[in-house]
């Protein structure tokens, strides 16, 4: 009882003791054994300082550059907002660069919490779209609001992000098509999700494929192409039919950041950096400890 009253409801020894019409000295020596007992366990966590995480993160992922946030009790994702505009920022893109945009809860939720003003930038889709109402699948209208909020030009895609071979081919031989895609060779920097492996996120949510569902020891994903903890591209029937950025345009990026965060992410996130479709990380501080620690198991 005294341990409860002193570490649960936080009182003070001397009115615990006045309490149970006992001396302090008795409940000291009470709140004494209790601990010895291992009734009461006292635990000192280490700090998790955001920066020193940081420092950590990209020398174990080699990435190029990264930013963490301490994790907040709500809305995380829209915090990795801030994070994101600096590390854009840093990359100084000149007049006329050329940002690609991917889909996903992460790159819908950083949008619209808002991005930093970089003037004459194209901001261009990275895949095609879905007929799905859920908002983070409105890939053209992430990219609407991104060249808004920087002040540059949107570069739409309208089309699906699969079909059929013969579709698909059609599709990008279109002129207005072939304008857009052909920007995914220059681009200077792009923004992308990075999905949860299907066992986790059910198919509504991620509207995926039932050839997509089959893919085994997936990972994660950026914008469909599928990993695993170490990198390797996962091959599925119909991603030859799938309109966006292929993994090497990806690779061939100046800066090409992945925004996520959860702990249930950290394994895509290490697949996907392995993989070099992304080098560069906004995350909070939740998500990148757990990255360190599989990357510890499993340099």
């Not at 100084?92 to 003037?119: C, D, F, S, T, Y």
């Amino acid at each position: 009882m005294v341990a409860k009253l002193h570490y649960e409801s936080d009182m003070p020894q001397v009115e615990i003791a006045r309490k149970l019409g006992v001396s302090t000295a008795t409940v000291s020596r009470l709140l004494t054994r209790a601990r010895a007992l291992g009734i009461v366990k006292i635990e000192v966590m280490d700090l998790a300082i955001p920066d020193e995480i940081t420092t950590r993160l990209i020398a174990a992922l080699g990435l190029k550059r990264a930013a963490v946030v301490d994790t907040p009790s709500t809305g995380v994702l829209a915090s990795l907002a801030a994070p994101l505009g600096a590390l854009l920022k840093e990359e100084k893109l000149k007049k006329g660069a050329v940002i690609g945009i991917g889909w996903g809860r992460a790159v819908r939720e950083v949008i619209q919490a808002g991005l930093p003003g970089i003037p004459n930038v194209q901001a261009v889709a990275l895949n095609g779209g879905l007929q799905q109402s859920a908002p983070h699948f409105q890939i053209n209208e992430f990219v609407r609001q991104a060249a808004e909020q920087f002040g540059g030009t949107a570069h739409f895609l309208h089309a699906p992000y699969v079909s059929t071979v013969e579709l698909r081919d059609a599709i990008l031989s279109d002129p207005f098509v072939r304008k857009v895609t052909t920007l995914w060779d220059t681009m200077d920097c792009a923004i992308v999700g990075i999905g949860l492996p299907h066992a986790i996120n059910p198919p509504e949510a991620s509207a995926a494929t039932i050839n997509e569902q089959s893919i085994g020891g997936a990972v994660g994903d950026v914008i469909r192409h599928y990993v695993d903890l170490d990198g390797n591209l996962l091959p599925w029937d119909g991603e030859a039919s799938m309109i966006a950025a292929s993994p090497d345009q990806l690779r061939n990026v100046g800066l090409s950041i992945g925004v996520a965060a959860t702990v249930e992410k950290a394994p895509g996130i290490i697949g996907a950096v392995r993989s070099r479709m992304i080098n560069a990380l906004v995350t909070d501080t939740a998500t990148a400890l757990a990255i360190l620690e599989i990357c510890a198991a499993k340099p």
